[in-house]
């Protein structure tokens, strides 16, 4: 059942939400949002623009605001394992998107083995190198928890340091 009225002015709505982890990336729940909006009145001005809060699919978002391109590449896991891992690059060539938990996420491991004595974000510092074989000018990421680990030796600076 629609609940609108023709005299009514027009109104504008921005849907910004974040993923719902787990099940919608934030474009689907920007879709599924704004499907139900128009269901309850097909005359409203939507506006859809998916957000990230910095964590996990950020460097997609980003990478998709700028027409950007998403890079693949094979990288090691916190425990020296191959994984495939991505980055984004801006349209302009400039700036790249790097995600650290696409890397060196605790989501590549068990919870046996997150011990960071005896793991590493050298992956990260690989995404990075990558980036730079693509001649950017600018690396934007998340490096919340890369600091802890730059410290003691295990962390992406130790794949830059051979640079």
Partial sequence: ??????????VNILIAPDKFKGSLSAQG?????GKGLRT???LLHLRLLPMADGGEGTAAL?????NGSWIECTV???LFRKVKAG???SDDGQTAFLEMASA??????TSAEQNPLKTSTLGT??????ALHHRVKNCAGNWRQCHQRCRHGHGPCTRLSVL
């Avoid at 059942?1 to 027009?10: K, S």
């Fill in 125 to 130: 510092g690989e995404l990075i190198v990558s």
């Fill in 40 to 42: 309850l009145n097909p």
């Fill in 62 to 66: 980003l990478t998709e605001h700028t």
């Fill in 87 to 89: 980055y984004g690059i």
């Fill in 1 to 10: 059942m629609a609940c609108f009225h023709p005299n009514l002015p027009v």
């Fill in 104 to 109: 060196s996420g605790l989501h590549l491991l």
């Fill in 29 to 33: 729940v920007c879709d599924a949002i």
């Fill in 76 to 78: 090691h896991d916190p």
